[in-house]
């Protein structure tokens, strides 16, 4: 409360002040208010921890990449985001993607045609990288399948990876954090799909974690990396090659057959002319045969001449928004 008498300002719990000072005061915190120089920290705290990188208008919406400093993987990390225009004025479903072996955040961004069906159902849609960057562990970089850009989504317990490779709960504990932190999303509705090793990834991310998420879908998914190739130089590497009943704990033909949660319906995609396919990496049937044992619905598409590249993602991303808005409505 201000009380006036005889030219001066009295504030009831400080001392009298010239109303020529008491003016200069109060213009001066306009002016760093309207400067940003004095902000109220609990608001901006948050904001402040992620930076972006590049933004661009796409669909009536903004194609973004931003990066931070990852507490999980002790190094500095980048995703992407398309925020939709109905994130301008209140919550909006969130889709997470998870990608595939070599790739960046990019790799989804500038190749997979999201943007559209995101706007199209305003959807948020969050796309990171692969796995942990920069870390200067030995042998991190020697191969295109393990490493750097070929992080499994896998918590490793093994000595050398255990303090950064920590992608599975970099993806289902710190981003969405982020995520719900820093942008207009509805926490109960989020959704998550991936491709090839990213396909994998959503796949456990769901149903190691029922209820987190609304719905899941993959395109081309190791299915069943215990008993692949890739699978297994992955966990002998970050889960040790003398636990292999720790890898299960990773597998989704293991966790799909112990599924307790809420009704989860499972979307696949999987190309007929994959090489990954005939060379025996992704074993799709060893996933419907888990499914029907669990009793979790799966829709497995085989899609006739298609490979595993984005021009086959891209062909079929569309009926993948479908899937998920179906189940955000419900």
């Not at 396909?199 to 209820?211: D, M």
């Not at 112990?258 to 989860?264: E, H, M």
């Amino acid at each position: 409360m201000i009380c006036r008498n005889k030219g001066f300002i009295f504030f009831p719990t400080t001392p009298m002040i010239h109303p020529f000072i008491a003016l200069q005061q109060c213009l001066s915190r306009a002016f760093k208010l309207l400067l940003g120089i004095q902000r109220n920290p609990a608001h901006f705290s948050t904001m402040a921890s992620i930076t972006e990188e590049s933004s661009n208008k796409s669909f009536g919406g903004w194609q973004k990449v931003y990066s931070h400093d990852s507490k999980e993987l002790g190094c500095r990390m980048k995703f992407g985001v398309f925020i939709p225009s109905e994130a301008e004025t209140g919550p909006v479903p969130v889709v997470y993607w998870l990608s595939g072996l070599t790739c960046t955040e990019q790799n989804f961004v500038t190749k997979a045609g999201a943007q559209q069906y995101a706007a199209k159902h305003g959807f948020l849609v969050v796309a990171p990288d692969t796995s942990p960057r920069g870390c200067n562990i030995e042998g991190e970089e020697d191969s295109w399948d393990f490493g750097t850009g070929a992080g499994f989504y896998v918590d490793a317990t093994e000595e050398k990876w255990k303090k950064n490779y920590r992608m599975y709960s970099y993806i289902t504990q710190e981003l969405p954090a982020i995520i719900t932190e820093n942008f207009k999303v509805a926490s109960d509705k989020a959704a998550i799909m991936g491709h090839s090793m990213g396909g994998h990834g959503a796949l456990i991310c769901a149903l190691k974690n029922p209820g987190q998420y609304k719905s899941v879908s993959a395109f081309s998914p190791i299915c069943n990396p215990i008993n692949c190739p890739w699978g297994v130089k992955a966990f002998s590497g970050y889960l040790g090659a003398d636990k292999k009943d720790s890898w299960k704990e990773y597998d989704a033909c293991e966790l799909v057959k112990k599924y307790n949660g809420p009704p989860l319906e499972i979307l696949v995609d999987q190309g007929k002319a994959d090489n990954f396919l005939t060379q025996g990496q992704l074993l799709p049937d060893a996933l419907v045969t888990s499914c029907a044992a669990g009793g979790v619905p799966l829709i497995m598409r085989m899609q006739e001449e298609y490979d595993h590249s984005y021009y086959f993602i891209s062909s079929f991303m569309g009926d993948h928004f479908d899937h998920h808005a179906k189940f955000f409505k419900s």
